[in-house]
C-alpha cells in the first residue's frame, strides 16, 4: 500500500449512521459504525475522539 503524504484524522464520534441492510442481512448502526471506521484506521487514518482532537 503506497503511503499518502496527507495525514488524515477521522473524528469517530463526529459521525453517524443508520441502521443497513445488505443481501437481506440487516446490520445495526453500531456494527457498520465499528466496520466503517476499522476500514478507515486500517487503510489511511487515525480514527480519534472529539476530545482527542481537540486537546
Known amino acids: ?14 459521525c453517524a449512521t443508520l441502521d443497513q441492510e445488505f443481501n437481506g442481512i440487516k ?3 453500531g ?3 465499528a466496520t ?3 476500514a478507515f ?3 489511511y487514518a487515525q480514527v480519534i475522539s472529539t476530545e482527542d482532537y481537540v486537546s
Do not use: G, P, T
Open 1 to 14: 500500500m503506497q503511503q499518502s503524504r496527507y495525514k488524515v484524522k477521522v473524528i469517530h464520534d463526529a
Open 31 to 33: 456494527h457498520v459504525h
Open 41 to 43: 484506521e486500517f487503510a
Open 36 to 38: 466503517l471506521m476499522a
Open 27 to 29: 446490520v445495526s448502526a
